[in-house]
Each structure stands twice: as C-alpha cells, then as structure tokens.
C-alpha cells in the first residue's frame, strides 16, 4: 500500500546558522492511510518542526515531502492541523468557527451550517455553539479546534501538542474524545506530544525523536486494541522501554 | 454606618460635597481669595450666567460645547479616515514599517500647538485650522496604533487561517482586521483624548465660540469662575464621549467585552 505521507532525507536547518546541528537531519518516515502516528521526544528534538513541515506551514531545506502522491508546496489542500493554542478566532463564536472552516473547502452557508451542526454535536458541544472560545474552557476550546480542522474534511490531520496546555483529568478525557471522533472519522494522524503515556493511548505507532541533530531514534509499533487500559501489562513494559529510551 | 461603607458611590459622593463646603467656608472666611479660587457657589452663578445670558454676551454654553464638540469630531474623524487605511498598509509591511519610523516618531514628537503659526498661514484663521490642528493631533497617535494593532495579531491566527487555504485579501479582511480591531479602538479612545488635549488651544486664535475660546476669553475679564465652568464642561464632554466610544466598541465587539467576568 502507497503511505499516505512520506518523508525522504529531510533536514531543516535555520538560515545563518551553519555552525549548529540542523533542527532535523535526513529523516525519512512513512504513515500509511488511516495510521495515527505519534512523534515523541523531549523539547528541542524537532517534532513540531517536523510536523509544521508535513503541514507545509515550514520548509524544508532539503529532502522530499509527500502527501497523497503530491509534493507538499503549502499549507491548506486537505491537511486539517490542530495547535497547541487553540488558535480559534476569538471575535466568532464555536459555530461560526467550524464554518469558517467548512466555508472554507467551498461549502455554501447553508451546507456549512449543516456540517458545523453534526461537527458539533460530534465532539459534544451542540449547546455551546452561540459561545465565544473566551467563554469556553481549555478543554471546549481544543475540541472546537479539532472540529473546525475535521470541518475541511482532511484526510490528514496533524496535532501538535493539543492536550498540553490542559490538567491532567481533562487531558485523559480529551484523549478518549479524540479517539472516539477517530473512530467515526478515520483520517491518518501525526501527533506530537511529549507525553508517554499520551501517545501509548492513542498510537498504532509510536515514533521516538532524539535531539541535536533532530533525528528519529527508534520506531514501536503498538497493536493493543482501543480503547486501551492504562494498566495493561504490555503498554506499561512499553512505557519502560521509551522512558529508557527518551532519557 | 456598614451600609454607608457598602456604597463606594455614595461615599465618593460625599466626599466631594464635603470638600465643597469646606472649599466654600474657606472664601467665606478669607482664607482662600475669591479670584484666585471662586468658590462654589460663584462657579454656580458663573454657569447661571453662561446658560441665561452667555459669555460673551449672546454666546451660551451650549453653543460653546457644540461648536467645540463639532470640531473635535471633525479632526477626529478626518484623522481616523486617514490613519486606519495608511496604518493597515504599513502595518502589513516590514520593509514600510522600517522606512516610516523615523518619520512618524518625529511627526508625533512635534508638539500639535507648536504647528499653531503654521497652521494660520496654510489654513487661515477660520475652522480649517482648528479642524487640522486637532486632525493632526490625532492621526499621528491612531497611525502608530494602527500600525501596532497588525503588527502583532496573534502569528498563530494567520498559520490557522493558512491550514485553511486562506490568504491574500480574504486573510486580510476576515482574520487580520477582526483580529486587530480590538487595538484599533483603543487606538481611537487615545486619539479622542488627544482631541481634547489640542482643542483649547486651537480655540485660542480667531474665534469666539467653543469652550477653548471661552476660557481663553474669561482670562481676558479676568473670570476665573467662568474658566472654571469651561474646563469643567470640557472635562464632562470628554467623559461623553469617551462613553460613546466604549459603547461602540462593546456593539462592535461583543465577544471583547467583559471577559473576566465570563471567563468560567
């Protein structure tokens, strides 16, 4: 099966700064269709560098980019990103958000209001669609952010970090709601985190970067079905050998 | 007494009749001189006379604040006319952005009277000159809040728009300038204030009418009463329409407003 994104020989390094370690050095990574691929690494590895180039928000200095067979030249064109920040515009409310997005891979208004309507009550906040994001809570906030992105119907999605500005509890249920919505919208997914356990929740594959130079480290392919005990044995031999591994 | 504690207005309140009685008692009994500091209840005579019979003769305080007012208007809004657009382009532009900076920080520098005798000989003595004295006042502080107001729309904002393929005029007119907005009133409410710092003195030359010639013109007589009623009319203008100006901007903004209190 062709992979829906493909990396070869990327490396990124910031201009004027030959003297130090590119950010990313000749990486080369496949996620086939459908995969949910997670970046893991301590910061300064280059995940979110990696993932922004996948998104085509940065360039690569040298290497191929692929998605779907065509070389990445931009953002936008069927990659649905998801931040850190939810980066909602304030000045909308939760639904006018989602149907910025959806207007956005040319719905008319009113297939847009449709597709805002089941994004809605697809991440559970029909009730709160009239709300600013400044009137929501953290967690609010990041699944408006994950329906405004599924709002352009994406076959990929890419989420940097969206569950770490969060507490611990509403994070362990921002996981489980991202997984449910997964489930009934398959799309390939790369996620970076830097949380172990996060990424052992959520997984097929777990993708372990080191630093200086950026680089993929070691590759852990996870077969447990979803949704996933927190104590099953062999996640928490796994979570020892990437905590070996990450430190 | 604990509900009289409970009620920080009515104690404000109080205060400042307190401070007016003793204000009174103490011209009453010499200790202040009456033309140096008229007492209230001359400051009320001087008003009564203002609103009966004018000062000068003819010309009521209600002719001065508008007059006043209109000009402030004017000024103001030639200059937001001007700014918004030319700050947006600049705000928008590095390369701009570098090469205006000497200029505006300059111009902004240059104090807006101290152009007074320019301003009569390109403008005349008429109300071109007070309009464009209060026009220039302004417009250099709304251009640097214009300017600002792009500049630092949230970077985040405009990489979300681009994940959904908006760019050009549509990033500029649907993200860029909602974004900047809330700046861009605050810019306004600065630039009012600076209106009303310029007006008493580009009321000073070939007029009559409006408080600024007002107070300048009770100085003449020697009538600090009626000096007194002039900046306190100008000082419960600019209350005005600096309320006017925030109800704007919570009819505008709607989702701006408050967010303390609905923050959960």
């Not at chain 1, 990659?79 to 515009?89: I, S």
């Not at chain 2, 209350?239 to 109800?247: D, K, P, S």
Request: aromatic share 8%; with cysteine.
């Amino acid at each position: 099966m062709r992979p829906w994104i493909e990396l070869r020989g990327v490396t990124k390094r910031y201009d004027g700064d030959a003297a130090r370690a590119p950010v990313l050095l000749d990486i080369d990574l496949n996620v086939a269709e459908n995969e949910f691929v997670t970046l893991v690494g301590r910061s300064g590895c280059g995940k979110t560098t990696l993932l922004n180039i996948v998104a085509g928000l940065v360039e690569a200095s040298s290497g191929e980019v692929k998605v779907d067979g065509a070389r990445v030249t931009g953002p936008g064109r069927g990659k649905g990103v998801v931040f850190q920040q939810h980066a909602l515009f304030p000045w909308l409310t939760a639904r006018r958000n989602i149907e910025f997005g959806a207007s956005s891979r040319g719905l008319d208004a009113a297939a847009a209001r449709n597709e805002a309507d089941q994004l809605l009550a697809l991440v559970r906040l029909s009730e709160f669609g009239e709300k600013y994001p400044n009137q929501l809570s953290g967690g609010m906030q990041q699944r408006v952010a994950i329906a405004r992105a599924l709002a352009l119907d994406p076959q990929l999605l890419l989420m940097d970090e969206p569950f770490g500005a969060l507490d611990e509890i509403t994070r362990i249920e921002m996981q489980e709601e991202l997984l449910r919505v997964w489930s009934s919208r398959r799309k390939t997914v790369l996620f970076v985190t830097h949380s172990i356990t996060e990424a052992l929740m959520l997984s097929d594959r777990i993708v372990v970067m080191r630093a200086n130079p950026g680089g993929i480290a070691a590759e852990y392919r996870i077969d447990r079905p979803r949704p996933r005990n927190r104590s099953d044995a062999a996640l928490a031999a796994l979570h020892e050998q990437l905590w070996t591994q990450l430190r | 007494m604990s509900a009289l504690r409970d009620r920080p207005a009515l104690q404000g309140a109080m205060f400042i009749v307190a401070l007016f009685a003793l204000w009174e008692l103490a011209s009453a009994l010499g200790w202040l001189r009456v033309f140096q500091f008229p007492p209230p209840s001359r400051i009320a005579e001087a008003l009564w006379e203002l609103a009966v019979s004018g000062f000068p003769e003819g010309v009521r305080i209600w002719t001065h604040a508008a007059v006043t007012i209109a000009r402030i208007l004017q000024g103001f809004l030639l200059a937001m006319i001007t700014a918004i657009p030319i700050g947006l382009v600049i705000g928008r532009a590095p390369l701009l952005d570098a090469a205006t900076l000497p200029i505006i920080t300059f111009a902004r520098s240059v104090a807006t009277l101290s152009l007074l005798p320019l301003a009569i000989v390109w403008f005349g003595i008429g109300e071109l000159s007070k309009v464009m004295l209060i026009a220039y006042g302004c417009f250099w502080v709304m251009l640097t809040n214009t300017i600002a107001a792009v500049k630092y729309v949230d970077p985040v904002l405009i990489r979300a728009a681009r994940t959904m393929d908006v760019d050009g005029a549509r990033l500029f007119t649907q993200v860029i300038l909602p974004a900047a907005a809330p700046r861009l009133l605050a810019g306004a409410r600065v630039a009012l204030g600076v209106g009303f710092m310029v007006i008493v003195g580009a009321e000073m030359i070939g007029t009559i009418r409006g408080l600024g010639a007002l107070i300048m013109e009770a100085r003449n007589f020697y009538r600090t009463d009626i000096s007194i009623v002039g900046m306190v009319a100008l000082g419960l203008l600019g209350i005005g329409l600096t309320a006017g100006l925030a109800w704007l901007e919570r009819v505008l903004l709607p989702w701006n407003t408050g967010l303390a209190s609905v923050r959960r």
